[in-house]
């Protein structure tokens, strides 16, 4: 750790400028990680529920996410895809 008082004024305004810019992409990376994070805790959540699901209610949502007949159903985004995945084992 420096000694701040033994520094000058333009080395405390170039040090300070340098622990901002250190925090801001620490700040990024935690970011980063909580969304990942996120994404992960809603999986869970989503397995979790889905396997207190009846078989006549997983069939249900198959056909809500994937209606019989329609070509290319709209995006129902990254949870869409994960249950999807969770109804059909894979």
Do not use: C, H
């Not at 935690?30 to 396997?51: G, H, P, W």
């Not at 159903?73 to 969770?86: A, E, Q």
């Amino acid at each position: 750790m420096p000694n701040y008082e033994e520094m000058t004024n333009d080395e405390l305004r170039a040090e300070n400028v340098r622990l901002f810019e250190e925090r801001k992409a620490l700040k990024a990376e935690q970011m980063k990680i909580t969304a990942v994070l996120d994404k992960r805790i809603i999986a869970e959540n989503v397995s979790k529920k889905l396997e207190r699901l009846s078989d006549p209610e997983k069939a249900a949502l198959a056909q809500v996410l994937e209606p019989p007949g329609v070509e290319s159903p709209g995006k129902v985004g990254n949870l869409g895809d994960i249950i999807r995945k969770l109804i059909r084992g894979t």
